[in-house]
């Protein structure tokens, strides 16, 4: 089973900014693009990034005035509102991605990091793309129909090996509902973690059931406890 990476839904046509670009023409690349977020590019590799947050510096206090002793304490916010040109108002170094990182994993860094789009880059740290927040949500987007088509492909057939009457799979507003009878406890604990790992999948509610508990078994072969899901009714 296929887990989605930043490649799938990442922007291709980056607009970036140079070393050099004036804070003006980076104010017109946002507004002109609708974007968050600039690259600044030199040598074809990525050297930071100017957000609309490293811009709007400019407005919390004049460089030159009697607020400036407060606005001292921050010296990096201090620096951005007298900068000029790219290489002064970004932030550096970058905090990039590759094509093949996970969407989960490019979600957890911009939740540590607290930004909002990443640089995709290459081995060489050269730009191939870039991912938003908002990139990130795109496998919710689908619609029940194919996310309950590539569920039973994916996980039921694919992964289960099981036929595509075994499990049922409904899917309402990206809830997705697994009923049917399997043959072990086992695989319907394995058939509700992928589902619910599935790219796109908001929930999962379980009513599977099994014929046979092989709890007892996987605790002693594996030492730990397979407990899950509702009493079986044979």
Same mark, same amino acid.
Request: proline share 4%; hydrophobic share 40%; charged share 25%.
């Given at each position: 089973?296929?887990?989605?990476?930043?490649?799938?839904?990442?922007?291709?046509?980056?607009?970036?900014?140079?070393?050099?670009?004036?804070?003006?023409?980076?104010?017109?690349?946002?507004?002109?693009?609708?974007?968050?977020?600039?690259?600044?590019?030199?040598?074809?590799?990525?050297?930071?990034?100017?957000?609309?947050? @490293?811009?709007?510096?400019?407005?919390? /206090? !004049? *460089?030159?005035?009697? =607020?400036? +002793? &407060?606005? $001292?304490?921050?010296?990096?916010?201090?620096?951005?509102?007298?900068?000029?040109?790219?290489?002064?108002?970004?932030?550096?170094?970058?905090?990039?991605?590759?094509?093949?990182?996970?969407?989960?994993?490019?979600?957890?860094?911009? @939740?540590?990091?607290?930004?909002?789009? /990443? !640089? *995709?880059?290459?081995? =060489?740290? +050269? &730009?191939? $793309?870039?991912?938003?927040?908002?990139?990130?949500?795109?496998?919710?987007?689908?619609?029940?129909?194919?996310?309950?088509?590539?569920?039973?492909?994916?996980?039921?057939?694919?992964?289960?090996?099981?036929?595509?009457?075994?499990?049922?799979?409904?899917?309402?507003?990206?809830?997705?509902?697994?009923?049917?009878?399997?043959?072990?406890?086992?695989?319907?604990?394995?058939?509700?973690?992928?589902?619910?790992?599935?790219?796109?999948?908001?929930?999962?509610?379980?009513?599977?059931?099994?014929?046979?508990?092989?709890?007892?078994?996987?605790?002693?072969?594996?030492?730990?406890?397979?407990?899950?899901?509702?009493?079986?009714?044979?």
């Amino acid at each position: 089973m296929s887990t989605p990476t930043v490649e799938t839904v990442m922007t291709r046509d980056v607009v970036t900014a140079r070393l050099d670009t004036p804070f003006k023409e980076l104010v017109e690349l946002l507004a002109t693009h609708r974007i968050g977020a600039l690259p600044v590019v030199n040598g074809g590799r990525v050297v930071g990034v100017v957000s609309q947050t @490293d811009l709007v510096h400019k407005l919390d /206090l !004049p *460089v030159d005035g009697p =607020g400036m +002793r &407060l606005f $001292g304490r921050h010296r990096e916010a201090r620096i951005k509102a007298a900068g000029d040109i790219a290489g002064d108002l970004m932030t550096t170094p970058a905090i990039t991605v590759t094509a093949g990182t996970t969407l989960a994993a490019a979600a957890r860094i911009m @939740d540590r990091r607290r930004v909002t789009h /990443l !640089p *995709v880059v290459d081995g =060489g740290d +050269r &730009l191939v $793309g870039i991912v938003a927040r908002h990139d990130l949500l795109t496998p919710y987007r689908r619609t029940d129909d194919d996310l309950r088509a590539e569920i039973r492909q994916e996980i039921v057939e694919r992964s289960l090996l099981l036929e595509p009457t075994d499990i049922a799979v409904t899917v309402d507003d990206g809830v997705v509902t697994l009923t049917g009878t399997v043959d072990r406890r086992s695989t319907a604990r394995i058939a509700v973690s992928l589902t619910r790992a599935f790219a796109g999948v908001v929930d999962v509610v379980d009513g599977l059931t099994w014929k046979y508990d092989d709890s007892e078994e996987i605790r002693r072969r594996y030492g730990f406890d397979a407990q899950i899901g509702p009493v079986v009714r044979l």
